[in-house]
């Protein structure tokens, strides 16, 4: 009888022990797909955060373009999907046609831009030519290690004055990926 009973707690300890064992491997793969996921959007954030940099490299850019500016610095405009189907390898390759590397902290990620000059809109006044110009600043924006890439894109109004003064407007803000 006494065997019967060690027995039969043995089997329970044992019962015990498996379920035990089987709530801590389940809650380590909770932790493990948290930790997953929580990197994950770390890496995205960061990519965003590189984005966002470089477009503020961008529009101070701008703000330092003359009225009718030089082409080296800046490109035609472009189509929005001629920027959509670059891959990434695309935007970390150029070296010229005007894209703009712009430093960021590593533990960011790598940031770059362009700058479009979409056209001028003239004013008369006085024999001064004054007016608007327009550009689109599209920043690319990769993570860490590689991971996670961000495509925003701005659109400006450099309003010129008389004076040479101006004032720098943003008419939209999107994000393309």
């Not at 960021?104 to 004013?123: C, D, K, N, S, W």
């Given at each position: 009888?006494?065997?019967?009973?060690?027995?039969?707690?043995?089997?329970?300890v044992?019962?015990?022990?498996?379920?035990?064992?089987?709530?801590?491997?389940q809650?380590?793969?909770?932790?493990?797909?948290?930790?997953?996921t929580n990197?994950?959007?770390?890496?995205?954030?960061?990519?965003?955060?590189a984005?966002?940099?470089?477009?503020?490299?961008?529009?101070?850019?701008?703000r330092?373009?003359?009225?009718?500016?030089?082409?080296?610095?800046?490109?035609?405009?472009?189509?929005?999907?001629?920027?959509?189907?670059?891959?990434?390898?695309?935007?970390?390759?150029?070296?010229?046609?005007?894209?703009?590397?712009?430093?960021?902290?590593?533990a960011?990620g790598?940031?770059?831009?362009?700058?479009?000059?979409?056209?001028?809109?003239?004013?008369?006044?006085?024999?001064?030519?004054?007016?608007?110009?327009?550009?689109?600043v599209t920043?690319?924006?990769?993570?860490?290690?590689?991971?996670?890439?961000?495509?925003?894109?701005?659109?400006?109004?450099?309003?010129?004055?008389?004076?040479?003064?101006?004032?720098?407007?943003?008419?939209?803000w999107?994000?393309l990926?």
């Amino acid at each position: 009888m006494q065997k019967y009973q060690q027995a039969h707690i043995l089997i329970t300890v044992l019962c015990l022990l498996l379920i035990g064992s089987m709530l801590s491997v389940q809650s380590l793969s909770r932790a493990v797909m948290a930790y997953r996921t929580n990197a994950a959007v770390l890496v995205s954030a960061n990519a965003f955060s590189a984005a966002e940099l470089a477009l503020q490299g961008g529009e101070k850019q701008i703000r330092v373009l003359p009225l009718q500016p030089d082409r080296s610095n800046i490109i035609l405009q472009q189509t929005l999907s001629y920027f959509l189907e670059k891959p990434v390898e695309w935007w970390l390759e150029q070296s010229s046609s005007g894209i703009v590397d712009y430093p960021v902290p590593a533990a960011i990620g790598q940031a770059r831009y362009i700058i479009e000059y979409l056209g001028f809109t003239p004013f008369q006044d006085d024999e001064v030519i004054t007016g608007d110009v327009f550009y689109r600043v599209t920043a690319f924006g990769l993570g860490q290690r590689g991971f996670g890439n961000v495509l925003l894109q701005t659109t400006w109004r450099k309003r010129i004055f008389i004076d040479s003064t101006y004032e720098l407007h943003r008419l939209a803000w999107r994000q393309l990926r």
